[in-house]
């Protein structure tokens, strides 16, 4: 690899477990940087030091960036080549840095992509749903009523949807996602990526939920949720059903005639009775 260029902020991915998935531009820019923008250092240190990387680190991180983005500025605009490093993955993918390198380029700074792993793409690329077109949303909000909303808003999404989710909170995320998007659809849990415990499981998420309700092992670790966008067939299904539900209501309570409209058309009653 020739040298690399001063004054260049340099975005690089780490890996998201496995430490040899690290590449060797990724290895040899670290080491030849004047310094490395980490979100913790304490939890970069391991990994630098395993791949023989001495270069010194400075925190950046989402309680730090507005304070220290104009210093790490200065240092490009002097002529210092900088790094940018994420705790795993590829930087700002969830994580910090997009004020730094939206500065960074402000200034007139080159900014250089070092790519490499991403637990999104990651987990699309062995989920087994659509990968042409998908929608990558990050973390939901942590509140179940808002995690909801949000949700709601996604329903009628034709693209696979991609969600990064706590181990705390994956268990309620997928009880939500049921809730809203209905018992039959795709969804795909992918744990500890690369790692000792990786699994990926998929499921409806009725059964999906189900499981990782039941199993506490499914809710530890990294975890991306996949969740089938709402496709063509989805759709006729739910307009045959409400075809049914209107005619069934003139005859019935609401709730018995989304209850059967639902077991004719194959639709979500939930679906139906707040159509």
Not at 9 to 31: C, K, M, N, Q, Y
Not at 121 to 129: E, F, N, P, R, Y
Not at 182 to 202: C, N, P, Q, S, Y
Not at 221 to 242: F, N, P, T, Y
Request: hydrophobic share 45%; aromatic share 4%; glycine share 6%.
């Amino acid at each position: 690899m020739p040298p690399i260029q001063p004054g260049c902020l340099w975005v690089v991915a780490t890996p998201i477990g496995h430490r040899e998935d690290f590449s060797a531009r990724a290895i040899a820019t670290l080491r030849e940087v004047a310094v490395i923008a980490a979100e913790d250092t304490r939890h970069s240190k391991p990994l630098l030091l395993h791949h023989n990387i001495a270069t010194p680190l400075l925190a950046l991180h989402e309680h730090n960036e507005r304070e220290v983005v104009d210093a790490i500025v200065r240092r490009l605009q002097g002529g210092e080549s900088v790094a940018l490093i994420s705790d795993a993955g590829t930087p700002l993918i969830s994580d910090p840095g997009f004020r730094l390198v939206r500065a960074a380029r402000a200034a007139g700074v080159r900014c250089a992509p070092v790519p490499g792993a991403c637990a999104a793409i990651a987990a699309l690329s062995v989920a087994g749903l659509p990968s042409d077109r998908f929608v990558f949303e990050g973390f939901l909000p942590p509140k179940s009523a808002a995690r909801r909303t949000r949700l709601q808003e996604l329903a009628a999404e034709p693209r696979t949807l991609i969600f990064y989710e706590s181990s705390h909170r994956v268990a309620e995320s997928l009880a939500d996602m049921l809730a809203v998007f209905g018992d039959e659809r795709e969804g795909v849990l992918a744990r500890e990526l690369t790692k000792m415990f990786e699994t990926v499981i998929d499921q409806p998420l009725a059964r999906l939920a189900e499981r990782v309700a039941s199993d506490p092992d499914q809710q530890r670790g990294e975890c991306v949720i996949l969740v089938a966008g709402r496709g063509e067939e989805a759709d006729a299904k739910l307009v045959e059903g409400r075809r049914i539900f209107a005619i069934l209501r003139e005859e019935l309570p609401p709730a018995k005639a989304a209850k059967l409209a639902a077991a004719i058309s194959g639709a979500a009653r939930k679906a139906l009775y707040e159509s």
